[in-house]
């Protein structure tokens, strides 16, 4: 799941602000030696997955069988909102949705130490008339918004999707869900009215979770719609009926998104308690941290700049204990 903070966080061991270590725009030699080590070049295509509920941002990357691995796990030390997409300025909701991110798309000057821009609101969103701008992975420990992944991280990371863009990859897609998509975490919130939506990012999730590749993202139909082949192109307004697709069905992601649902319709006639955020969330490691050391101390670790945690208060209340 990662190295360094978090495996000292999976140990056992108690973390300490001195293992968070210092904020560089370098890729780590530690980070270098493991992709080599799984089959990974640092110029190779990138893909990032971000889960609210368990905090946690995944890098991956192609490796020599030509399919995405994943290459590390960050911890997350701040996200705001609760659970469900954004959808006007000011609801501090975190996006949640597909995305790509281009070269333009990297701030190397931003507040937040470094930062790159999801491109919210995408097609879809915005043909919903969802509002909103610079919606950022970034540094520092707070959010309004965004995801926030403390400096040290979001140097890592922007490092690793720099070099990947310069490397020939045009943009890297991000998916942004609101946990991991199991059956389990969907029958615990089924009575969410996000729902549906849910269900629809869980389709896009199922082939890259079979399949080790990118998505191919489309929209039609107010929904989002995966490696579809229409008859006349791709549709242009993605709020009209999706055209006739040509597209076969692939069997193995059929069979996945099958046995889920299965799984799925057991576990709804189950009592559940769905889990209720005051402030959005932040990872277990970050929390330990913050209630031992206190924001103050906190924030002269994460950020070069000692930028405030956000809300800590709500933070320490992040109901979340990393058991599914």
């Not at 691995?69 to 006007?88: D, V």
């Not at 909103?132 to 690793?160: K, P």
């Not at 993202?217 to 307004?237: I, L, M, Q």
């Not at 889920?260 to 277990?284: I, N, R, S, V």
Request: charged share 25%; net charge neutral.
């Amino acid at each position: 799941m990662g190295f360094g903070f978090i495996a000292v966080v999976l140990s056992g061991c108690a973390p300490s602000l001195d293992d968070l270590g210092v904020a560089s725009h370098d890729i780590p030699p530690k980070l270098l030696a493991s992709m080599q080590a799984k089959g990974m070049k640092p110029e190779s295509p990138v893909l990032i997955r971000i889960f609210k509920m368990e905090s946690e941002l995944e890098v991956w990357k192609v490796d020599s069988s030509g399919k995405y691995a994943l290459l590390k796990a960050y911890p997350m030390c701040r996200w705001s909102g609760k659970l469900g997409p954004k959808t006007k300025t000011g609801d501090r909701q975190a996006p949640e949705g597909f995305y790509r991110v281009s070269m333009s798309g990297l701030n190397p000057k931003s507040q937040f130490y470094l930062s790159f821009n999801l491109g919210y609101p995408n097609r879809l969103e915005a043909a919903r008339s969802y509002s909103g701008e610079a919606l950022m992975v970034h540094g520092a420990c707070s959010s309004s918004g965004c995801f926030a992944l403390t400096d040290q991280g979001v140097g890592e990371i922007y490092a690793v999707v720099e070099k990947a863009l310069r490397g020939g990859q045009p943009a890297f897609q991000v998916q942004a869900f609101p946990f991991r998509m199991t059956p389990q975490n969907l029958a615990a919130h089924r009575d969410d009215p996000n729902s549906a939506f849910w269900k629809n990012l869980k389709e896009g999730y199922d082939i890259f979770d079979v399949r080790r590749r990118e998505p191919k993202v489309a929209a039609c139909s107010g929904k989002y719609v995966f490696d579809a082949e229409f008859k006349d192109g791709d549709p242009g307004n993605p709020l009209a009926a999706c055209p006739e697709r040509i597209d076969q069905t692939d069997p193995a992601v059929f069979a996945k998104s099958s046995a889920d649902e299965q799984k799925y319709q057991e576990l709804a006639a189950k009592a559940f308690t769905p889990l209720a955020y005051q402030d959005g969330g932040m990872h277990p490691s970050f929390r330990a941290l913050l209630k031992e050391n206190g924001d103050v101390k906190l924030a002269e670790k994460v950020s070069v700049i000692k930028y405030p945690i956000s809300r800590p208060v709500a933070a320490l209340a992040d109901p979340f204990d990393g058991k599914e």
